[in-house]
T-cell receptor, first 117, second 112 residues
């Protein structure tokens, strides 16, 4: 049981390049999330998915796209990277949070460090 | 809207002394509250969570937190700090749209 895994662990991009970050979970969770972490700002939600084939915008979605073609995978894409997207990206997953009673507990992957030059 | 404020950006303690990390939340109801820990270059690990059962919540590694509705606080404590407790700690509240709102984080340094 690997939990939540992320690929790659570290990447350097030049401005304008594109890339895809992969998140995989083996806990059969319905919900998946992408966050970015910047110093002094906690984690901010980029996009999320409530199930296979569905995605929705979070707090800071501009410059990113996502896809959830399989329940266990959630991809984050940067079409044209900018230096402002230098950050640490975390993927998380949870059961169905609307059920309450702690079902909204999220389980996080180890993160991807992205540097955009 | 639900939000959290972590009152200290950095806390430094000596090994073996108590640790107190302060968190206040704002919410129109009793939300679910969480503390996560992030060790250097690692992901976030759940320490404990409050979901309207007991107000004193025990977590992993000897940490506990007390939910005080009258003070809108959810402070994290540990009686005796260990070197391995050096990390960043996030207080998190569940919003009414079921997403999580994170505090800015408190960095804990443990002195030998």
């Amino acid at each position: 049981n690997a939990g939540v895994t992320q690929t790659p662990k570290f990447r350097v991009l030049k401005t304008g390049q594109s890339m895809t970050l992969l998140c995989a979970q083996d806990m059969n969770h319905e919900y998946m999330y992408w966050y970015r972490q910047d110093p002094g700002m906690g984690l901010r939600l980029i996009h999320y998915s409530v199930g296979e084939g569905t995605t929705a915008k979070g707090e800071v979605p501009d410059g990113y796209n996502v896809s959830r073609l399989k329940k266990q995978n959630f991809l984050l894409g940067l079409e044209s990277a900018a230096p402002s997207q230098t950050s640490v990206y975390f993927c998380a997953s949870s059961y169905t949070p609307t059920l309450g009673w702690g079902q909204e507990t999220q389980y996080f992957g180890p993160g991807t460090r992205l540097l955009v030059l | 809207a639900q939000s959290v404020t972590q009152l200290d950006s950095h806390v430094s303690v000596s090994e073996g002394t108590p640790v107190l990390l302060r968190c206040n939340y704002s919410s129109s109801y009793s939300p679910s509250l969480f503390w996560y820990v992030q060790h250097p270059n690692k992901g976030l690990q759940l320490l404990l969570k409050y979901t309207s059962a007991a107000t004193l919540v025990k977590g992993i590694n000897g940490f506990e937190a007390e939910f005080k509705k009258s003070e809108t606080s959810f402070h994290l404590t540990k009686p005796s700090a260990h070197m391995s407790d050096a990390a960043e700690y996030f207080c998190v509240v569940s919003r009414d749209d079921y997403k999580l709102s994170f505090g800015a984080g408190t960095t804990v340094t443990v002195r030998a």
